[in-house]
């Protein structure tokens, strides 16, 4: 088994039953950060294998290394086929199903004798789980919509993956010269957090040799759909890649119809019938006149609007503020000055302090926050009070060797009384605090929304880190009374992160925009637990853009000093 891939797919399933079994949640938890990491490494897999080096991947440990090795070498796995063994009929195929636990899974096997999400999902529609003891009909729709999640979980791809491999097959179209003009469209070029299909629109005037042309790409298992100028197929890792050609004098109109949601063609479409105006022969009007535009700019020009940028054209009130002047001028990653949120080896992390300064001031960052984990998150081997003396001293001698200003900090976690890990006289020493949940311990959203709130009223409570707690496609976002403590935040006067992990990307635009209106500054950051992770910062910035954030209302694009003004304990 040599596709990280299916080895990634295999630990995952071990975390799951760890989990589901009622194992050590951190160590289920680390199962997954390492199917995880997996998945995003991009190096050579059989290298590291051979020459007993995949401690180098972020996240993977010397055991975990064995069991990747194992999985590598000989398809299987030990410990997953023992817990498969272990655990009652069925529990396997239902642990996929979130918030079922080996106690529910045994119920409903000996009172509906279900052994699959098939069977789970029939007994749901025709109203049976709800009579089982120890379950309801609350629990029921529960469970109902997690399989609905899960059936559509299968369909989409994180925005990093989908949007790595839009590029390599974007730059594979654009080696054909017959290819003028060529971009991704669709909801990868609005960076959505999760991608169904890579949309390219072409300019060309031979548009069978552009499709013959993707039949040759690397990727490409199957031709799903072809006609005169489009072309559907499955690439390697279930994504769908659509192509379409177009003549050179429709690209700008194409690409522009392509790139929006429905909603906003739509309503541009009104404005423009409005208007007497049409762009291109597949644009926003095919009766009218056509008119001649060189770029997207033009376009929202003539209808009498500030341009919108792609990550804002979903019609969630974008279209109104350009027509009045009100969009911000979105930041940029050029914006950013200072990266945040960084992991080292003190910690999870797999670089030294040397390395991530060298790798950031690499890329022309002025300062970086070295943010390891508090002593609470033991899993994620967090630094003891015995150990800071250390880290603080490396830190010092780094910087005589290095001109990146450093910062000296912690990701604080939020305890489950809303205090902060390290005792105050602790906290108080530190240049940057990033103060974050890791452990939920099962609060229902009264509880949670207390324990945030307990943690903001905290002096040190600075920046609220990786808020809600998310992983996409595989953990929901904690649930909080989010209104509430936004207001909280903003009369505190502390930031939120918009974290940069493609995993997380959390908070999630339409909670920055609620943030934003209360006027609560952000930082952007990387989460970076390895020099490889400083290029999340891309990710951030993407997420904050479909915030509308601007410039001045991120924190880490003010100079060193000025940042350490607005974040200092």
């Known amino acids: 088994m040599n596709d990280r891939f299916s080895i990634a797919a295999a630990l995952r399933e071990i975390g799951r039953l760890l989990q589901v079994k009622g194992d050590n949640p951190f160590k289920s ?24 080096r995949l401690t180098e991947i972020s996240a993977v440990g010397a055991g975990l290394a064995a069991a990747i090795e194992e999985l590598h070498r ?9 817990l498969r063994q272990e655990l009652p009929p069925g529990v396997v195929e239902l642990s996929v199903v979130p918030g079922l636990s080996l106690k529910k899974i045994t119920t409903l096997h000996s009172a509906l004798r279900i052994e699959n999400v098939a069977d789970l999902k029939t007994a749901c529609e025709k109203g049976l789980v709800r009579n089982v003891k120890g379950f309801g009909k609350k629990a029921e729709t529960k469970i109902l919509e997690a399989i609905e999640k899960l059936e559509k979980r299968e369909e989409w791809t994180l925005l990093n993956h989908a949007l790595e491999e839009g590029e390599r097959l974007l730059q594979h179209l654009q080696t054909l010269p017959a290819v003028l003009q060529a971009d991704i469209a669709g909801s990868l070029r609005r960076r959505k957090e999760t ?5 390219i629109v072409v300019a060309s005037k031979e548009p069978e040799a552009v499709l013959d042309h993707l039949s040759r790409y690397p990727a490409v298992l199957q031709s799903l759909e072809r006609s005169g100028r489009y072309c559907k197929a499955r690439l390697a890792r279930g994504l769908d890649a659509e192509i379409t050609v177009v003549s050179p004098d429709d690209y700008v109109a194409a690409l522009h119809n392509l790139t929006g949601s429905t909603k906003h063609i739509a309503k541009l479409g009104e404005l423009a019938r409005s208007k007497n105006i049409s762009f291109g022969s597949d644009s926003l009007r095919k009766n009218s006149p056509k008119v001649s535009v060189k770029d997207e700019e033009e376009i929202y020009r003539r209808l009498g609007m500030q341009y919108i940028p792609p990550e804002l054209r979903e019609d969630e009130g974008e279209i ?36 991530m300064a060298l790798a950031a001031e690499a890329i022309g960052m002025k300062y970086l926050t070295i943010t390891d984990h508090s002593p609470s998150a033991f899993y994620a081997r967090g630094v003891k009070t015995d150990r800071l003396k250390l880290q603080w001293e490396e830190i010092a001698r780094v910087q005589e060797k290095v001109s990146i200003r450093l910062l000296k900090g912690t990701e604080s976690d939020i305890l489950q009384d809303g205090s902060l890990d390290y005792p105050d006289p602790i906290l108080e020493q530190f240049d940057i605090i990033i103060a974050s949940i890791h452990v939920r311990a099962k609060m229902d959203i009264d509880q949670m929304t207390r324990r945030i709130l307990g943690a903001i009223k905290s002096p040190f409570f600075k920046i609220w880190g990786h808020p809600l707690g998310r992983l996409i496609l595989s953990r929901p976002p904690l649930e909080c009374h989010m209104e509430e403590i936004l207001d909280a935040v903003a009369e505190s006067a502390a930031a939120i992160e918009v974290n940069g992990d493609p995993r997380r990307l959390d908070l999630e635009p339409r909670w920055i925009r609620a943030a934003r209106q209360r006027r609560i500054k952000f930082i952007i950051s990387t989460d970076a637990h390895s020099t490889k992770n400083l290029a999340n910062l891309r990710y951030g910035v993407f997420m904050a853009r479909r915030g509308w954030l601007s410039r001045g209302e991120v924190l880490n694009t003010r100079n060193a000093d000025d940042f350490m003004k607005a974040v200092h304990p």
């Open 29 to 52: 938890r680390a199962y997954e950060r390492a199917a995880a990491a997996l998945e995003a490494f991009d190096g050579d897999l059989d290298v590291l294998v051979q020459n007993r």
């Open 195 to 199: 991608i169904r299909r890579i949309q």
């Open 74 to 82: 000989t398809g299987r796995s030990a410990v997953l086929e023992q």
């Open 320 to 355: 109104e503020a350009a027509l009045s002047g009100a969009l911000p001028i979105l930041v940029t990653p050029e914006d950013i000055q200072g990266m945040t949120h960084c992991h080292t080896v003190y910690s999870d992390g797999k670089n030294t302090i040397e390395e």
